[in-house]
Protein backbone atom coordinates (compact mmCIF):
# COMPACT_ATOMS: atom_id res chain seq x y z
CA UNK A 1 0.00 0.00 0.00
CA UNK A 2 1.10 3.17 -1.01
CA UNK A 3 1.71 5.61 2.04
CA UNK A 4 0.90 9.15 2.69
CA UNK A 5 0.78 11.86 4.89
CA UNK A 6 -2.40 13.89 3.48
CA UNK A 7 -4.61 12.46 1.18
CA UNK A 8 -6.72 15.40 -0.27
CA UNK A 9 -9.59 13.92 -2.00
CA UNK A 10 -10.50 16.75 -4.62
CA UNK A 11 -8.56 19.18 -6.64
CA UNK A 12 -10.77 22.39 -6.98
CA UNK A 13 -10.02 25.44 -4.96
CA UNK A 14 -10.23 23.96 -1.91
CA UNK A 15 -8.10 21.01 -1.96
CA UNK A 16 -5.63 22.77 -3.98
CA UNK A 17 -4.90 25.15 -1.55
CA UNK A 18 -5.11 22.26 0.93
CA UNK A 19 -2.50 21.20 -1.18
CA UNK A 20 0.14 24.35 -1.14
CA UNK A 21 -0.41 24.37 2.86
CA UNK A 22 0.00 20.68 3.04
CA UNK A 23 3.09 20.35 0.91
CA UNK A 24 4.74 23.39 2.06
CA UNK A 25 4.45 22.55 5.95
CA UNK A 26 6.27 19.23 4.89
CA UNK A 27 3.52 16.79 4.71
CA UNK A 28 3.68 14.21 2.08
CA UNK A 29 0.61 15.25 0.24
CA UNK A 30 -1.73 13.41 -2.70
CA UNK A 31 -4.46 15.11 -4.07
CA UNK A 32 -6.80 13.11 -6.13
CA UNK A 33 -9.26 14.08 -8.55
CA UNK A 34 -12.01 12.28 -10.37
CA UNK A 35 -12.17 14.60 -13.28
CA UNK A 36 -9.75 16.85 -13.98
CA UNK A 37 -8.74 19.74 -11.64
CA UNK A 38 -10.44 23.01 -11.14
CA UNK A 39 -13.68 21.69 -9.84
CA UNK A 40 -16.79 23.95 -10.40
CA UNK A 41 -14.84 27.38 -10.18
CA UNK A 42 -13.18 25.90 -13.72
CA UNK A 43 -16.76 26.49 -15.41
CA UNK A 44 -17.46 29.97 -14.18
CA UNK A 45 -17.07 32.65 -17.57
CA UNK A 46 -15.90 35.27 -15.58
CA UNK A 47 -15.31 35.79 -11.46
CA UNK A 48 -15.19 39.28 -10.21
CA UNK A 49 -14.59 39.11 -6.37
CA UNK A 50 -11.75 36.90 -5.37
CA UNK A 51 -9.04 39.03 -4.24
CA UNK A 52 -6.35 40.47 -6.76
CA UNK A 53 -8.25 39.77 -9.29
CA UNK A 54 -10.95 41.90 -10.71
CA UNK A 55 -11.97 40.22 -13.46
CA UNK A 56 -10.61 36.70 -14.49
CA UNK A 57 -12.07 33.67 -15.92
CA UNK A 58 -12.66 30.63 -13.76
CA UNK A 59 -10.31 28.50 -15.64
CA UNK A 60 -7.74 31.32 -15.85
CA UNK A 61 -7.76 31.04 -12.01
CA UNK A 62 -7.85 27.62 -10.95
CA UNK A 63 -4.86 27.08 -13.72
CA UNK A 64 -2.71 29.37 -11.51
CA UNK A 65 -4.10 28.00 -8.45
CA UNK A 66 -3.24 24.38 -10.22
CA UNK A 67 0.11 25.75 -11.05
CA UNK A 68 0.95 27.33 -7.57
CA UNK A 69 0.13 23.86 -5.80
CA UNK A 70 1.84 22.19 -8.48
CA UNK A 71 5.26 24.30 -7.57
CA UNK A 72 4.81 23.94 -3.61
CA UNK A 73 5.32 20.15 -4.32
CA UNK A 74 2.13 18.58 -3.66
CA UNK A 75 1.11 15.43 -6.12
CA UNK A 76 -2.04 15.22 -8.40
CA UNK A 77 -3.67 12.21 -9.49
CA UNK A 78 -6.55 13.28 -11.89
CA UNK A 79 -8.89 11.23 -13.59
CA UNK A 80 -8.83 8.82 -10.43
CA UNK A 81 -12.00 8.49 -8.08
CA UNK A 82 -12.75 7.44 -4.07
CA UNK A 83 -14.36 4.23 -4.15
CA UNK A 84 -14.32 3.83 -0.54
CA UNK A 85 -12.96 5.28 2.63
CA UNK A 86 -11.93 3.61 6.00
CA UNK A 87 -11.31 6.36 8.76
CA UNK A 88 -12.15 4.39 12.08
CA UNK A 89 -8.58 3.51 12.66
CA UNK A 90 -5.60 5.57 13.17
CA UNK A 91 -4.19 5.10 9.64
CA UNK A 92 -6.67 6.12 7.34
CA UNK A 93 -7.30 3.93 4.09
CA UNK A 94 -8.50 5.30 0.47
CA UNK A 95 -9.24 3.03 -2.21
CA UNK A 96 -9.53 4.65 -5.83
CA UNK A 97 -10.32 3.28 -8.91
CA UNK A 98 -6.59 2.73 -9.52
CA UNK A 99 -4.97 1.71 -6.09
CA UNK A 100 -4.88 1.51 -2.21
CA UNK A 101 -3.68 4.45 -0.36
CA UNK A 102 -3.09 4.91 2.96
CA UNK A 103 -2.67 8.10 4.67
CA UNK A 104 -2.59 9.97 8.64
CA UNK A 105 -4.74 12.10 7.73
CA UNK A 106 -7.70 12.98 5.45
CA UNK A 107 -9.37 16.20 3.89
CA UNK A 108 -12.21 15.81 1.55
CA UNK A 109 -12.55 19.15 -0.80
CA UNK A 110 -14.92 16.70 -3.36
CA UNK A 111 -16.87 20.05 -4.00
CA UNK A 112 -20.74 19.77 -5.26
CA UNK A 113 -22.37 18.38 -8.51
CA UNK A 114 -24.97 20.42 -10.86
CA UNK A 115 -28.29 20.17 -9.03
CA UNK A 116 -30.97 19.13 -11.30
CA UNK A 117 -34.63 20.48 -11.22
CA UNK A 118 -36.51 17.26 -11.75
CA UNK A 119 -38.71 18.91 -14.11
CA UNK A 120 -40.30 16.87 -17.11
CA UNK A 121 -38.45 17.46 -20.01
CA UNK A 122 -35.09 18.36 -18.33
CA UNK A 123 -33.51 14.67 -18.57
CA UNK A 124 -34.95 14.49 -22.15
CA UNK A 125 -33.11 17.68 -23.69
CA UNK A 126 -30.13 17.47 -22.02
CA UNK A 127 -27.72 18.03 -24.30
CA UNK A 128 -30.27 19.23 -26.83
CA UNK A 129 -31.33 22.43 -24.96
CA UNK A 130 -30.86 21.82 -21.86
CA UNK A 131 -27.66 22.69 -20.23
CA UNK A 132 -25.53 23.18 -17.35
CA UNK A 133 -22.64 25.16 -17.76
CA UNK A 134 -23.09 28.58 -19.77
CA UNK A 135 -19.33 28.62 -20.90
CA UNK A 136 -19.51 25.15 -22.50
CA UNK A 137 -22.52 26.17 -24.53
CA UNK A 138 -23.20 29.38 -25.01
CA UNK A 139 -22.03 29.04 -28.33
CA UNK A 140 -24.70 27.35 -29.63
CA UNK A 141 -26.89 30.16 -28.81
CA UNK A 142 -25.83 32.51 -30.63
CA UNK A 143 -29.09 35.14 -31.83
CA UNK A 144 -30.77 32.69 -29.75
CA UNK A 145 -33.60 32.91 -27.12
CA UNK A 146 -32.13 31.82 -23.26
CA UNK A 147 -34.06 31.20 -20.23
CA UNK A 148 -31.45 30.80 -17.01
CA UNK A 149 -32.90 29.61 -13.58
CA UNK A 150 -31.40 30.24 -10.65
CA UNK A 151 -30.64 33.20 -8.60
CA UNK A 152 -26.82 32.89 -7.29
CA UNK A 153 -23.94 33.97 -8.62
CA UNK A 154 -23.79 31.23 -10.45
CA UNK A 155 -26.74 31.76 -12.00
CA UNK A 156 -26.18 35.60 -12.44
CA UNK A 157 -22.85 35.19 -14.27
CA UNK A 158 -24.00 32.63 -16.48
CA UNK A 159 -27.17 34.82 -17.49
CA UNK A 160 -24.58 37.94 -18.12
CA UNK A 161 -22.06 35.73 -20.20
CA UNK A 162 -25.37 34.19 -21.92
CA UNK A 163 -26.33 37.89 -23.19
CA UNK A 164 -23.24 38.77 -25.04
CA UNK A 165 -24.50 36.27 -27.15
CA UNK A 166 -28.05 35.19 -26.86
CA UNK A 167 -30.67 37.46 -28.70
CA UNK A 168 -32.63 37.01 -25.37
CA UNK A 169 -32.27 36.11 -21.81
CA UNK A 170 -34.76 35.75 -19.35
CA UNK A 171 -33.43 35.04 -16.05
CA UNK A 172 -35.99 33.09 -13.63
CA UNK A 173 -35.85 32.87 -10.08
CA UNK A 174 -38.83 31.59 -7.41
CA UNK A 175 -38.24 34.10 -5.24
CA UNK A 176 -38.31 38.26 -5.65
CA UNK A 177 -35.12 39.17 -4.71
CA UNK A 178 -31.60 37.27 -6.26
CA UNK A 179 -29.18 36.03 -3.54
CA UNK A 180 -26.18 37.20 -6.11
CA UNK A 181 -24.13 40.35 -5.40
CA UNK A 182 -25.89 43.74 -6.35
CA UNK A 183 -22.71 44.49 -8.66
CA UNK A 184 -24.01 41.65 -10.55
CA UNK A 185 -27.74 42.34 -10.62
CA UNK A 186 -26.61 45.97 -12.14
CA UNK A 187 -24.44 44.49 -14.94
CA UNK A 188 -28.11 42.47 -15.56
CA UNK A 189 -29.93 45.29 -15.71
CA UNK A 190 -27.83 46.98 -17.96
CA UNK A 191 -27.18 44.06 -20.06
CA UNK A 192 -31.08 44.18 -20.45
CA UNK A 193 -31.40 40.56 -18.96
CA UNK A 194 -35.50 39.90 -18.08
CA UNK A 195 -36.40 38.79 -14.37
CA UNK A 196 -39.10 36.72 -14.34
CA UNK A 197 -39.76 36.70 -10.19
CA UNK A 198 -41.45 34.33 -8.39
CA UNK A 199 -41.39 31.89 -11.00
CA UNK A 200 -40.74 28.09 -11.21
CA UNK A 201 -39.59 26.08 -14.14
CA UNK A 202 -42.28 23.04 -14.60
CA UNK A 203 -41.74 21.61 -17.65
CA UNK A 204 -39.43 21.53 -20.85
CA UNK A 205 -40.79 21.03 -24.04
CA UNK A 206 -39.89 20.43 -27.23
CA UNK A 207 -39.00 18.44 -30.65
CA UNK A 208 -35.96 17.02 -30.83
CA UNK A 209 -34.36 20.13 -29.34
CA UNK A 210 -35.83 22.60 -26.83
CA UNK A 211 -38.78 25.15 -28.21
CA UNK A 212 -40.62 25.83 -25.26
CA UNK A 213 -40.49 26.30 -21.28
CA UNK A 214 -43.94 26.27 -19.23
CA UNK A 215 -43.46 28.53 -16.26
CA UNK A 216 -45.61 28.94 -12.97
CA UNK A 217 -45.77 32.38 -11.22
CA UNK A 218 -45.85 30.97 -7.60
CA UNK A 219 -47.65 34.54 -6.86
CA UNK A 220 -49.93 34.83 -8.79
CA UNK A 221 -50.77 30.93 -9.49
CA UNK A 222 -50.89 31.41 -13.25
CA UNK A 223 -49.31 29.76 -15.87
CA UNK A 224 -47.67 30.28 -18.87
CA UNK A 225 -45.49 28.38 -22.09
CA UNK A 226 -42.71 30.74 -23.56
CA UNK A 227 -40.68 30.07 -27.20
CA UNK A 228 -37.39 29.43 -25.64
CA UNK A 229 -34.07 27.76 -27.69
CA UNK A 230 -32.18 26.68 -24.55
CA UNK A 231 -32.05 26.40 -20.83
CA UNK A 232 -29.56 26.81 -18.32
CA UNK A 233 -30.14 25.18 -14.94
CA UNK A 234 -28.01 26.28 -12.50
CA UNK A 235 -29.80 25.56 -9.02
CA UNK A 236 -28.70 25.05 -5.82
CA UNK A 237 -25.64 21.44 -6.02
CA UNK A 238 -25.30 18.35 -4.54
CA UNK A 239 -22.62 17.65 -2.32
CA UNK A 240 -20.23 15.04 -3.78
CA UNK A 241 -20.27 13.49 -0.59
CA UNK A 242 -22.02 9.87 -0.56
CA UNK A 243 -18.02 7.88 -0.30
CA UNK A 244 -17.87 9.97 3.36
CA UNK A 245 -21.41 8.95 4.41
CA UNK A 246 -20.64 5.74 3.62
CA UNK A 247 -17.62 6.08 5.57
CA UNK A 248 -19.59 7.14 8.50
CA UNK A 249 -18.30 10.87 8.73
CA UNK A 250 -20.68 13.06 9.46
CA UNK A 251 -23.32 14.79 6.80
CA UNK A 252 -26.26 17.14 7.07
CA UNK A 253 -29.56 16.38 5.77
CA UNK A 254 -28.69 17.62 2.37
CA UNK A 255 -25.20 15.61 2.56
CA UNK A 256 -23.33 17.78 3.04
CA UNK A 257 -20.08 17.28 5.45
CA UNK A 258 -20.37 18.71 8.85
CA UNK A 259 -17.28 20.60 9.88
CA UNK A 260 -16.90 22.67 13.33
CA UNK A 261 -15.19 25.71 12.92
CA UNK A 262 -11.23 24.09 12.56
CA UNK A 263 -12.90 22.07 9.78
CA UNK A 264 -12.85 18.62 11.75
CA UNK A 265 -15.51 16.36 11.04
CA UNK A 266 -16.92 14.06 13.13
CA UNK A 267 -14.29 11.69 12.61
CA UNK A 268 -10.26 12.26 13.93
CA UNK A 269 -7.96 12.69 11.37
CA UNK A 270 -10.37 13.76 8.68
CA UNK A 271 -11.11 17.70 7.83
CA UNK A 272 -13.35 18.99 5.03
CA UNK A 273 -13.06 22.38 3.17
CA UNK A 274 -15.01 24.25 -0.12
CA UNK A 275 -18.46 23.66 -1.19
CA UNK A 276 -18.78 19.70 -0.05
CA UNK A 277 -19.07 21.36 3.86
CA UNK A 278 -22.19 22.75 5.68
CA UNK A 279 -20.56 26.22 5.17
CA UNK A 280 -23.51 27.89 3.89
CA UNK A 281 -20.66 30.73 1.59
CA UNK A 282 -20.23 28.97 -1.34
CA UNK A 283 -17.31 31.40 -2.78
CA UNK A 284 -13.84 30.80 -4.24
CA UNK A 285 -12.48 32.81 -1.25
CA UNK A 286 -14.20 30.91 1.21
CA UNK A 287 -13.10 27.49 0.13
CA UNK A 288 -9.83 29.08 -0.17
CA UNK A 289 -10.17 30.04 3.60
CA UNK A 290 -11.34 26.92 4.83
CA UNK A 291 -8.59 24.84 2.85
CA UNK A 292 -6.18 26.13 4.81
CA UNK A 293 -7.92 26.09 8.52
CA UNK A 294 -8.33 22.18 7.34
CA UNK A 295 -4.43 21.54 6.13
CA UNK A 296 -3.07 23.45 8.69
CA UNK A 297 -5.04 21.56 11.32
CA UNK A 298 -4.13 17.88 9.74
CA UNK A 299 -0.92 19.15 10.16
CA UNK A 300 -1.18 19.75 14.20
CA UNK A 301 -2.75 16.72 14.21
CA UNK A 302 -0.33 14.38 12.27
CA UNK A 303 3.29 16.36 13.35
CA UNK A 304 1.94 17.75 16.95
CA UNK A 305 3.94 20.50 16.93
CA UNK A 306 4.00 22.17 20.68
CA UNK A 307 1.66 24.98 20.04
CA UNK A 308 -0.72 22.29 18.28
CA UNK A 309 -4.62 22.24 20.40
CA UNK A 310 -5.80 18.80 20.45
CA UNK B 1 8.38 18.73 -68.89
CA UNK B 2 11.19 16.63 -71.15
CA UNK B 3 11.41 13.03 -70.90
CA UNK B 4 14.21 12.62 -68.25
CA UNK B 5 11.84 14.88 -66.11
CA UNK B 6 9.18 12.53 -66.82
CA UNK B 7 10.76 9.67 -65.79
CA UNK B 8 12.11 11.23 -62.35
CA UNK B 9 8.07 12.18 -61.70
CA UNK B 10 7.05 8.41 -62.24
CA UNK B 11 10.23 7.28 -59.95
CA UNK B 12 8.64 9.87 -57.29
CA UNK B 13 5.42 8.19 -57.74
CA UNK B 14 6.11 5.03 -57.23
CA UNK B 15 8.29 5.32 -54.80
CA UNK B 16 5.63 7.24 -52.79
CA UNK B 17 3.25 4.38 -53.63
CA UNK B 18 5.59 1.76 -51.84
CA UNK B 19 6.22 3.98 -49.21
CA UNK B 20 2.74 4.21 -48.35
CA UNK B 21 2.10 0.43 -48.48
CA UNK B 22 4.56 -0.76 -46.36
CA UNK B 23 4.04 1.98 -43.93
CA UNK B 24 0.74 4.43 -43.70
CA UNK B 25 -1.06 1.99 -45.93
CA UNK B 26 -1.32 -0.91 -43.26
CA UNK B 27 -0.84 0.77 -40.43
CA UNK B 28 -3.96 1.06 -38.17
CA UNK B 29 -4.60 5.28 -36.80
CA UNK B 30 -4.13 4.84 -33.31
CA UNK B 31 -5.10 8.52 -32.38
CA UNK B 32 -7.72 10.63 -32.51
CA UNK B 33 -8.34 12.17 -35.99
CA UNK B 34 -9.27 16.23 -36.82
CA UNK B 35 -12.69 16.51 -38.23
CA UNK B 36 -14.09 19.33 -39.60
CA UNK B 37 -17.88 20.18 -40.89
CA UNK B 38 -16.37 19.66 -44.62
CA UNK B 39 -14.85 16.33 -43.95
CA UNK B 40 -17.11 14.76 -41.43
CA UNK B 41 -19.43 13.21 -44.02
CA UNK B 42 -16.07 11.57 -45.84
CA UNK B 43 -14.79 9.79 -42.62
CA UNK B 44 -18.24 8.31 -41.05
CA UNK B 45 -18.79 6.79 -44.73
CA UNK B 46 -14.97 5.48 -45.05
CA UNK B 47 -14.94 4.07 -41.43
CA UNK B 48 -17.37 1.51 -40.34
CA UNK B 49 -17.03 2.11 -36.68
CA UNK B 50 -16.67 5.86 -35.84
CA UNK B 51 -16.27 8.09 -32.53
CA UNK B 52 -16.67 11.75 -33.33
CA UNK B 53 -15.94 14.08 -29.96
CA UNK B 54 -17.96 17.43 -29.90
CA UNK B 55 -15.63 19.53 -27.99
CA UNK B 56 -14.45 23.55 -27.60
CA UNK B 57 -11.17 24.96 -25.79
CA UNK B 58 -13.64 26.59 -23.05
CA UNK B 59 -15.45 23.50 -21.83
CA UNK B 60 -13.57 22.29 -18.78
CA UNK B 61 -15.68 19.00 -18.81
CA UNK B 62 -14.07 18.40 -22.48
CA UNK B 63 -10.85 18.54 -21.06
CA UNK B 64 -11.55 16.20 -18.73
CA UNK B 65 -13.29 13.50 -21.85
CA UNK B 66 -10.00 14.75 -24.16
CA UNK B 67 -6.84 11.84 -22.18
CA UNK B 68 -10.00 8.95 -21.87
CA UNK B 69 -10.40 9.75 -26.02
CA UNK B 70 -6.65 9.77 -26.83
CA UNK B 71 -5.84 6.36 -24.70
CA UNK B 72 -8.94 4.77 -25.88
CA UNK B 73 -8.13 5.56 -29.63
CA UNK B 74 -4.65 3.37 -29.00
CA UNK B 75 -6.49 0.95 -27.26
CA UNK B 76 -9.19 0.34 -30.16
CA UNK B 77 -6.51 0.95 -32.98
CA UNK B 78 -7.95 -0.67 -35.85
CA UNK B 79 -11.41 -1.15 -34.86
CA UNK B 80 -13.13 2.25 -34.09
CA UNK B 81 -11.57 5.87 -35.71
CA UNK B 82 -12.01 8.71 -33.01
CA UNK B 83 -12.65 12.02 -34.57
CA UNK B 84 -12.48 15.42 -32.66
CA UNK B 85 -14.53 18.09 -34.29
CA UNK B 86 -14.19 21.65 -32.57
CA UNK B 87 -17.75 23.48 -32.35
CA UNK B 88 -16.25 26.82 -32.14
CA UNK B 89 -14.88 26.16 -35.84
CA UNK B 90 -17.38 23.44 -37.12
CA UNK B 91 -21.11 24.42 -36.34
CA UNK B 92 -23.03 23.06 -39.05
CA UNK B 93 -22.71 19.31 -37.99
CA UNK B 94 -23.38 20.08 -34.37
CA UNK B 95 -26.26 21.88 -35.13
CA UNK B 96 -27.49 18.94 -37.38
CA UNK B 97 -27.07 16.76 -34.86
CA UNK B 98 -29.30 19.01 -32.66
CA UNK B 99 -26.34 18.99 -30.19
CA UNK B 100 -26.47 22.10 -27.96
CA UNK B 101 -24.22 20.54 -25.24
CA UNK B 102 -20.28 19.45 -25.37
CA UNK B 103 -18.90 17.19 -24.61
CA UNK B 104 -20.80 15.18 -26.51
CA UNK B 105 -19.46 12.11 -28.12
CA UNK B 106 -21.49 10.48 -31.12
CA UNK B 107 -20.99 7.13 -32.52
CA UNK B 108 -21.23 5.33 -35.92
CA UNK B 109 -22.10 2.06 -37.26
CA UNK B 110 -21.60 1.86 -41.16
CA UNK B 111 -22.58 5.50 -41.49
CA UNK B 112 -25.25 5.51 -38.92
CA UNK B 113 -25.91 7.37 -36.09
CA UNK B 114 -25.46 4.33 -33.21
CA UNK B 115 -25.09 6.18 -29.78
CA UNK B 116 -25.00 9.67 -28.01
CA UNK B 117 -23.37 10.83 -24.91
CA UNK B 118 -23.47 13.94 -23.21
CA UNK B 119 -21.09 15.11 -20.76
CA UNK B 120 -18.18 14.22 -19.21
CA UNK B 121 -18.50 10.36 -18.28
CA UNK B 122 -16.15 7.82 -17.11
CA UNK B 123 -14.01 5.48 -19.82
CA UNK B 124 -15.92 2.41 -19.43
CA UNK B 125 -19.35 4.57 -19.88
CA UNK B 126 -17.84 4.73 -23.33
CA UNK B 127 -16.75 1.83 -23.75
CA UNK B 128 -19.95 0.41 -23.64
CA UNK B 129 -21.14 2.41 -26.26
CA UNK B 130 -18.35 1.38 -28.46
CA UNK B 131 -19.58 -2.33 -28.27
CA UNK B 132 -22.27 -0.86 -30.19
CA UNK B 133 -20.24 -0.15 -33.14
CA UNK B 134 -17.81 -2.53 -33.40
CA UNK B 135 -18.18 -6.28 -35.64
Given at each position: ??Y ?19 A ?36 E ?38 K ?122 E ?6 D ?51 I????T ?8 A ?15 | ?62 R ?67 T????
Amino acid sequence: MEYWDLIIIGAGPAGLTAGIYGARSGLKTLILEEKIPGGAAAESPLIENYPCFPGISGRELVDKMLEHCKKSGAEIHELENVAGLDVRGEKKIVKTNKKLYGASAVIIASGCSHGELGVPGEKKFRGRGVSYCAICDGAFFKGKKVIVVGGGNSAATSALYLSNLASNVKLIHRRNQLRAEEALVKNLREKKVEFLWNTDLKEIKGEGTVKSAVLYDNKKGEIKEVKVDGIFIQVSEVPNSQFAKKAGISTDKLGYVVVDERQRTSINGVYAAGDVTTCPIKQIGTAVGQAIIAATEAFGYIKRPYYYKG
Amino acid sequence: MNESDRELEEIRRKKLEELERKSGGKKAIDKPIQVTDRTFDQVIKTHPAVAIDFWSEWCPPCRFIAPIIEVLAKDYSGKVIFGKLNVDENLAIARRHGITSIPTLLFFKDGKLAGRIIGAVPREHIERELTKIIG
